[in-house]
C-alpha cells in the first residue's frame, strides 16, 4: 500500500464529502446520526466480536491493564455509544446561524454566518467510542471526518465505521463524509498532519506526549488539549465551609480528570485555620500531601516536601501539592507561571479580588467559589466536547460543536459598488 | 550577538508584559496611544531623518521603485500615522467583555469574557507605518507584542519604536509591551516563530511567498492572509444594470488590492448580451481580458485564451479572466475549486440562488449584489485591520481589534461542587 497516495486520495474525498455536507440540512444529518444508533445496537454481536480480536491481540502483546480496560467495548459501552449518537443528533444544529446583521454606511447589510470548519483530522489512541463519538460531532456540525484511531483497536474502529457508514447511506450522505483509516501504518499519521490541502484542523485526543508530538510536526492547525495543572485558591476572605467542600471535591471526586485540581494554595491568614480539616478529610480518602514550607510547619511530617517540578506536575492520581501564599497577587503569579491555562478557581466573598482573579488569571476557565470539576462540555451545556482546548485562538476550554464551526462574512447589497 | 538568547529575553520580556497589559484598562491604553501620536508629530523631523537614512541605502543597494515606495515615510505618512494611533484610541476596547451568562442545572452561573491573547508577533516587509499600526492595534486589544520589520526599514522602525515607548512609560506601561526587534540578522525570524512558549500568535504581513515561508515553518500558529483570487458570478436573473457596474467597480476601482475581482463568471443566458458591453468598459480602462472558449466565440480576438493556471491566478493588475457557465451549480463548483475562499459575489435577483450561494461558497466573505472590493476592516466597521485571514478557525476575512482576542470561561459559583 502506498500510504501517501491513499491519504492523498482519503483527503481528497473528504473535501469533496465536506460540500456535500456544508448544504446537507439539520434532518438528513440527524437522519444519519440516528440510523447509526440503530445499526451500533443492531449490530452489537459483530462489534463484540471484533472487539473481541482487539482485545486477544493486546493481551497477546501484553498491554498493560489501564489501556486493555479502554480498548474494552462492554455491552453497556455500546448501549452508550448509540445513545451519544442520539444525543449529538437531539442537540441544535449550529451551521447556518446568522448573526450581526447591521447595514453599514455605505448601504450594504453585513453580517456573519456560521459554517462548517471542512475536513477535521482526529488522531486518537485505542478508545473504540471516540470514533463513533467523534464521527457524530463532526458530522453534526457540517464536517468531513478523517478518524485515526489507536491500531490496537483496528478492527473494534472499522467494524464501528460500517454502522457509521450506513447511517450515512440511510441519509443519502456519502461514506467518505467519515473516513476510517483502514491501515494500522504509523506513515498515515505522519501524512496526515501534512495534508494542509484538504484538512482544515487537527483534533488529537489522548495523553501529553501523543498531543505534544503531533502539534510538532503538524503543517495543519490543531486544536490541542495538553495538560490539566487546575488550582483552586482558598482567599483569607472565603466562606471557609465552601473551601472545604470546594477543596476536597475538585481533588477527589474522580482523581484521572483533566479539570480535577493538582494544586491547593491558601492564604497565608487561613491556613492554620484550615489546613489541618483539609489534611484530615485528605488523609481519608487516601491523598498524599506535598508541601511548601509553611505547609509543612502547619501539617508536619504526614506532608512531603514539594519540589519545584511538583508545582508543574499535574498528578491524575490521589496526590496533591500545598502551598501557603501571601496574598492574592501571589497566588494569581503562580497559576499563571506554573500552570497549564486551563481551569482555576478562587473561593473568596471579597467581590475586588474575585473580579480580579477571574481578568488576571490566565485560563480557559476561571471560576469563584466553585469546584473545578465543572470544566467540561456535558456541565458548561454544549451537550458533548470533542476536546478540552488548552489554545488561546479559536476555541479555548471544552469544544463542542460550536467550536468545529467558523463564522464567515455575508454582505447583503442593492448594488452597492466602492466609491 | 547571540540571536537565540535574544530572541528568548524578547520572548520571556513579552509575556510578562502581557500580563500587566491584560490588567491595563481602557483609559491607560488610550493614554498610551494618544501620547505615541503625540510623540510621532513631535518627532517628525527625526523620523524623516532615519527613513532617509533607510532611504539613501535602499537606493545605494538598488531596491526597485515600488519597494522604495513602500519604505517611504512621507510627511503625509507622519501625519497618517499619527491620526491612526488616534483612531485606535477612539475604538471601543473588546477587553473584559462579559457575554452569554446563564445559569446551568447544577447552579453554577456560567458565561464568558473576551480576553487578550497575550503576545503577537508580527512579520512584515519594509513598510515602517506597519510598525506604530501593528503595535496600536494589540497593545488596544492588551497583547504584548513583537515587531520584526523589513530590515530596509530598520532606522526607521527604530525610531517609530522610540515613540512608541514614550506613549507606553507615559501611560504608565512598561516599554516591553511593544518591542521592536533590534537586530536585522534573519535567524531572528526563524527563533520568533518557534518562541512557541513565549508568543501566542504569529500575524505575517506581506507577500504571499513571505507569508507561506514562515507558515511552513512556524511552530506558533498563524493567522495568515494568502491570496485574493476573488470572484463575481453574473446569474441569468441578474439585475444587468447592476451586473455591469459591479463587475467594473470589483475589477478596476483599484487593482492591487486582496478583494479585487480576478476571474468574471457569467451564466450563459446572459452572456451574449452583458459581455460586450463589460469588454468595451473594460477596454477603455485597458483591462486586458483572457476568456474560455465561449467567452472568445462572444467577444472574438481581443480575449486572449485562459489556460487553466489563469483561473487559479490572483493578477492584481489590470489582468482579468472570464469564464461562461451552465448555471450557479458550476459557478460554485469554480469558486470552491480554483478560488481563494477570500471574497466572492454572485449578481442575482433570485432569492434561492441567492440562499444557495451564500451558503455553499466557501469563502471568507460572500456577497450578494455588492462588489468584493468592500471587503474590508475600514468598509467592515472594524475600525482598523490587522490582516484579512484566509484561515478557517479563529477568524475568517478582515482582523480587527477582536480577532486579536480570544474568550475564556468564567463560572460564578455560590460553593457548588460536582455530585
Known sequence: MDIKRYMQQ???????????????????????????????????ALLTAANGKDL??????????????RLTLSDAGITAMAEGLRQVAALPDPVGEM???????????????????????????????????????????????????????FHSNQAIAACVHEGLRVAGLPDTAVQVIETTDRAAVGELITLSEYVDVLVPRGGKGLIARISADARVPVIKHLDGNCHVFID????????LAIAINAKTQRYGTCNTMETLLVHQAVAAEILPRLATAYGEKGVAL??????????????AAATEEDWFTEYLAPILAIKVLDDLDQAIDHINHYGSHHTDAIVTEDYSRARRFLREVDSSSVMVNASTRFADGFEYGLGAEIGISTDK???????????????????????????
Open 99 to 153: 448573526s450581526d446583521f447591521s447595514y453599514r454606511p455605505s448601504g450594504i447589510q453585513l453580517g456573519k454566518m456560521r459554517v462548517p470548519l471542512g475536513v477535521i483530522g482526529i488522531i486518537y489512541e485505542a478508545r473504540p467510542n471516540v470514533t463513533a463519538d467523534a464521527a457524530a460531532l463532526c458530522l453534526k456540525a457540517g464536517n468531513a471526518a478523517i478518524l485515526r484511531g489507536g491500531s490496537e483497536a
Open 56 to 69: 486477544d491481540a493486546a493481551r497477546s502483546a501484553g498491554l498493560e491493564a489501564a489501556l486493555l480496560d
Open 290 to 303: 506535598r508541601g511548601c514550607e509553611r505547609t509543612r510547619a502547619l501539617l508536619g511530617a504526614q506532608v
Open 393 to 419: 485562538i479559536h476555541a479555548r476550554g471544552p469544544v463542542g460543536l460550536v467550536g468545529l464551526t467558523s463564522q464567515k462574512w455575508v454582505v447583503l447589497g442593492d448594488g452597492q459598488v466602492r466609491g
Open 10 to 44: 482519503v483527503g481528497r474525498a473528504a473535501r469533496a464529502a465536506s460540500r456535500e455536507l456544508a448544504r446537507a440540512d439539520s434532518g438528513r444529518k440527524n437522519r444519519a446520526l440516528l440510523a447509526m444508533a440503530e445499526a451500533v445496537e443492531r449490530d452489537r
Open 236 to 243: 483569607e476572605r472565603a466562606n471557609l465551609e465552601q473551601a
